[in-house]
């Protein structure tokens, strides 16, 4: 039996619209994605709401209802960043107070739900959606289709939402991520190369190859320096956002299947994994523990540290086993450097390698959510701030005594430097 839908909360804060109205809606569909922009599976589904929107828009209006989990996501600010950021041009609403999909029975990250053009619920599903099975669905219902094609590429040679940044003994590479590309550029900002990448995130270095992840793919490319040439060397994967390698081993955080899995740098086989898909925060062998959306991750001294980035936390890979440094489960964030040291979204991390300038033996974090760089000390467990007034950092990454930071709101790369405690903005040339 049909449940007639109910009336829109009053007073929220509306994206991309005038303030909307069901009862003005009646006569045509209605599909509400209720979602919260930290979230993997909530990005993920965006890039299918986004289509229905283009390719239905006619006789179907596509409202996002934002729901924040974390405090920062609840800002009206932060949430105007992140429709920037993922190109949604479609009415979107701030439900900071779980309003509107209290009262849509909305539980879970992410729900749709299709309201029928006379006010009534047809269609009420969880979790990430498949975009040709929506297709079906609309189609069943007669809303029709467009035909034409109204998809606009980003412009070039500009910075747009890096979030991911490598330093390498020669060069600098950054993941334009919004614009598809990672440029290559030396200390002093000249970019001396432009690789087309879909959707880039993690970056590693070695032996001449830049190895990348492409996120929105579900692929992993090495990219050779010389020949300038690209092949995919791992795909099926769920949102690969970082990478590192140790030796013969190449290891990819999966933050859309909450995985970290490593593979044979010399023929690319699956060699361990850690988590069962789960997302959760729970320690243990790799058969055992459970993780939360894997941002970023560091080597040092044979373990290999990342960030959690839905459970706040900080934990460590070391002897085959999971551990948690910082952070206490799904809903425990905030910003503390001492007592109970919190963060909040954490998206990444980089060490600080003993005789490598300054700060041997501490970790560097991307305090995302906090808009804050931070150094932790695992010898004492011990936190402290280096740098805030940040917008969104994701990335991070060290030369001597130099952190490189993609600053991804601010669309900058930031460097500070630990021995003055300066910071400044890198101004990229082409020639």
Not at 37 to 48: P, S, Y
Request: aromatic share 10%; with cysteine; glycine share 6%.
């Amino acid at each position: 039996m049909a449940v007639r839908a109910p009336a829109f909360t009053k007073g929220l804060t509306w994206f991309n619209t005038e303030p909307l109205e069901l009862l003005s809606l009646k006569g045509s569909y209605t599909l509400l994605e209720f979602f919260t922009f930290g979230c993997i599976n909530c990005n993920n589904n965006l890039r299918t709401m986004k289509s229905l929107h283009e390719h239905f828009r006619d006789d179907l209006t596509v409202i996002g209802v934002h729901t924040g989990k974390f405090t920062h996501e609840k800002e009206p600010e932060a949430l105007q960043e992140a429709l920037l950021r993922f190109g949604v041009n479609y009415a979107v609403v701030n439900d900071p107070e779980h309003l509107i999909s209290d009262t849509y029975a909305a539980k879970g990250w992410p729900t749709t739900i299709l309201i029928d053009d006379r006010g009534y619920i047809v269609e009420h599903r969880s979790g990430e959606q498949d975009l040709n099975e929506w297709k079906s669905i609309l189609e069943r219902y007669n809303v029709r289709m467009r035909t034409q094609n109204t998809e606009n590429k980003s412009g070039q040679k500009e910075l747009s939402f890096p979030q991911k940044v490598l330093t390498t003994p020669d060069f600098l590479a950054v993941a334009n991520t919004k614009n598809n590309e990672v440029w290559l550029s030396d200390y002093d900002g000249q970019v001396f190369d432009v690789i087309e990448v879909d959707n880039p995130m993690g970056m590693a270095f070695r032996e001449n190859r830049l190895y990348i992840c492409e996120s929105n793919a579900g692929r992993v490319i090495s990219y050779d320096l010389k020949s300038k040439m690209s092949e995919t060397i791992l795909e099926n994967l769920r949102n690969p956002f970082d990478i590192a390698i140790l030796d013969t081993k190449l290891t990819v955080a999966l933050a859309g299947s909450h995985l970290i899995n490593t593979y044979s740098l010399d023929d690319y086989r699956p060699l361990e994994s850690y988590g069962n898909r789960f997302e959760a925060l729970r320690d243990g062998k790799a058969d055992e523990c459970q993780l939360a959306q894997p941002s970023g991750m560091a080597l040092m001294d044979e373990t290999l540290y990342f960030v959690d980035a839905e459970s706040s936390s900080l934990r460590k890979i070391e002897n085959s086993e999971v551990s948690t440094l910082i952070g206490d489960g799904l809903f425990t964030f905030g910003d503390s450097d001492s007592d109970e040291i919190l963060l909040q979204h954490p998206q990444g991390v980089c060490p600080g390698i003993i005789g490598d300038g300054c700060g041997g033996g501490r970790l560097f974090i991307a305090d995302t959510f906090n808009n804050k760089v931070k150094a932790y000390y695992p010898e004492d467990n011990s936190m402290r701030t280096l740098l805030e007034g940040l917008n969104e950092p994701s990335g991070i990454s060290k030369k001597g005594c130099a952190l490189f930071i993609a600053n991804t709101n601010a669309h900058e790369v930031v460097v500070f430097d630990l021995s003055k405690m300066e910071s400044k903005v890198i101004e990229f040339m082409f020639s």
